[in-house]
């Protein structure tokens, strides 16, 4: 046995027993050999109670006692059979364990070919804590990329990859879909007689009504200034057209409230339809050509362009 000398074995015992890493050793049959003072803090328990105790015994008393490691199950004794179901079955393990005192430790057991155990338990508590705020910023980060930042609904990047996503399963299903494209009407004269924060106030409002209008399935967006769009997947021209209608009247009937100014605003609505056999690109070009009618045939209404090409 390599550095077998009494001097360092007496000096790696010191080490441990001072060291902020929990060590414990357990016997073949899973009892605790000794640990040092660091493995007893997790626990919550003193040496003298560690000494002899079975692993199962020490978790169920950390159970009982809702003390040192966080087990969260209803009742211990399946909880139990799930754990030695993991354990003892290679000769190394590692994995993460959570206190109720919101200790974070990366444990690892280690066996001999005799079946004594090593447990060393490592406080992760600060990696876990960056971790987290990681998670939270790049969960913020992913929402920032894919939502419009005023209206709060998808922007274009998440409009557009939603609905050709969706295209894909039509065409696979054929069945009918319809993109709406609205633009309302005469936008620039609300900015110019109100101010920019009305018009702010404005495409907010747009939004909200818009998707109340809307099924919980359809896909929605603000795919440019004051242009947004829907796109409805299993919807025949009738649909489209009701759909289209409601969301014309949702708007025009009903005033929107910006500062002290009550507007009255309108959209105008180009549709396009597909089986799934047109990409994005063609029904947006579709659906824009249909709106360049609804503007020039008025305002305030909605053209479907399979109508316009006949
Ligand atoms: N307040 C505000 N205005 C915006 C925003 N994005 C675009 N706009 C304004 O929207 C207006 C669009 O004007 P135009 O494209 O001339 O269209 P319009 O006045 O709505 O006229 P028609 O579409 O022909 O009915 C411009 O004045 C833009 O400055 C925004 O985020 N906030």
């Known amino acids: 046995m390599p550095f077998s000398s009494p001097q360092f074995q007496q000096k ?12 414990a050793v357990l016997t073949a049959d899973d009892k605790m050999l000794g640990c040092n003072q660091a493995f007893c803090d997790i626990f919550y328990q003193d040496q003298r109670k560690m000494l002899g105790i079975s692993f199962d015994d020490l978790m169920r008393l950390a159970f009982e006692e809702r003390k040192g490691i966080r087990i969260e199950a209803d009742n211990i004794e399946e909880w139990l059979a799930q754990a030695q179901q993991k354990r003892r079955q290679n000769p190394f393990r590692l994995f ?15 066996i001999l070919p005799s079946g004594e155990m090593l447990i060393q338990a490592k406080e992760i508590t600060k990696q876990k804590v960056l971790e987290h705020q990681l998670y939270s910023k790049v969960a913020s980060l992913s929402e920032l990329a894919l939502t419009d930042e005023l209206t709060k609904v998808a922007n274009r990047r998440c409009f557009v990859d939603s609905v050709e996503a969706e295209l894909a399963r039509c065409q696979r299903n054929e069945q009918p879909a319809a993109l709406l494209l609205l633009d309302l009407d005469f936008f620039k004269s609300v900015n110019d007689t109100y101010g920019h924060q009305a018009g702010d106030e404005v495409l907010k409002a ?28 299993e919807t025949d021209p009738a649909t489209a057209l009701h759909v289209a209608e409601r969301v014309r009247v949702i708007l025009a009937d009903y005033p929107i409230k910006a500062g002290s100014a009550e507007l009255c605003v309108t959209t105008s609505i180009g549709i396009a339809l597909t089986h799934g056999e047109s990409n994005f690109e063609e029904l947006y070009l579709q659906a824009d050509s249909a709106l360049y009618m609804a503007k020039r045939n008025g305002r305030n209404r909605a053209e479907l362009f399979a109508l316009l090409s006949e």
């Open 12 to 23: 790696l015992l010191e080490f441990i027993d001072v060291c902020t890493d929990g060590y």
């Open 96 to 110: 993460e364990v959570d206190l109720t005192d919101g200790r974070w430790f990366l444990f690892s057991e280690q």
């Open 206 to 233: 747009t939004a909200n009504r818009v998707k109340k209008a809307l099924r919980e399935y359809d896909i929605f967006g603000r795919i440019g200034g004051e242009e947004f769009a829907v796109f409805l997947s």
